[in-house]
């Protein structure tokens, strides 16, 4: 994995989620798809184990500081360091496991595991959430609207991934991902 390559695909990744995300919610839930998240599982998919979960523990850290959280009363916003970051921890262990059932260089595996992976870190980070809000009741937290609107933002990222799942060939290889080696007179080894 290149690492300058990941850094300027997160930099281009967060910068299309900041910019986009409000345009492209659905509905008053604000389910939105996740392009980090897509470019999390493009490195899953294609990395080592363990620089998959570092990135995915770095990609959620950076996603929780980005997104403040509004306190009741609507005067302040605070930042809550820990919940992205273990879920898309867990997220990532989770890809791991299935990725060798996966045909990596198929689309539609990539929408798959965007949307069972995102889902698994919308869970872990509602539950943390909802936990916290259970002992720190200052922050505005409703978990079943949080939960349902999360889960169709994990569909639509489902969808994103298989839009980016069309040109993941050329992103993987400019990323320095794995690539299958070539057998002489038959198709790639996977």
Not at 148 to 160: P, V
């Amino acid at each position: 994995m290149n690492p300058i390559a990941v850094f300027v695909a997160g930099y281009v990744a967060f910068s299309l989620e900041l910019g986009l995300r409000n345009a492209l919610a659905i509905g008053t839930g604000g389910a939105a798809p996740s392009f980090v998240f897509v470019l999390c599982m493009i490195l899953a998919i294609g990395s080592p184990p363990g620089q998959v979960l570092w990135t995915s523990l770095i990609f959620g850290l950076i996603t929780d500081l980005t997104w403040p959280h509004e306190m009741k009363g609507g005067a302040d916003t605070v930042i809550v360091v820990g919940p992205y970051a273990l879920g898309y921890l867990i997220a990532g262990q989770f890809v791991l496991l299935l990725r060798s059932q996966m045909i990596k260089r198929n689309p539609l595996s990539l929408a798959f595991l965007c949307l069972v992976g995102f889902a698994v870190a919308q869970i872990v980070v509602v539950a943390l959430y909802t936990f916290r809000s259970g002992y720190t009741p200052q922050i505005v937290w409703e978990p079943t609207h949080q939960l349902i609107s999360r889960l169709f933002g994990a569909l639509y990222t489902g969808a994103l991934g298989l839009l980016v799942g069309l040109a993941a060939g050329p992103i993987s290889a400019a990323l320095g991902l794995h690539q299958p080696a070539q057998r002489r007179y038959s198709r790639p080894i996977y």
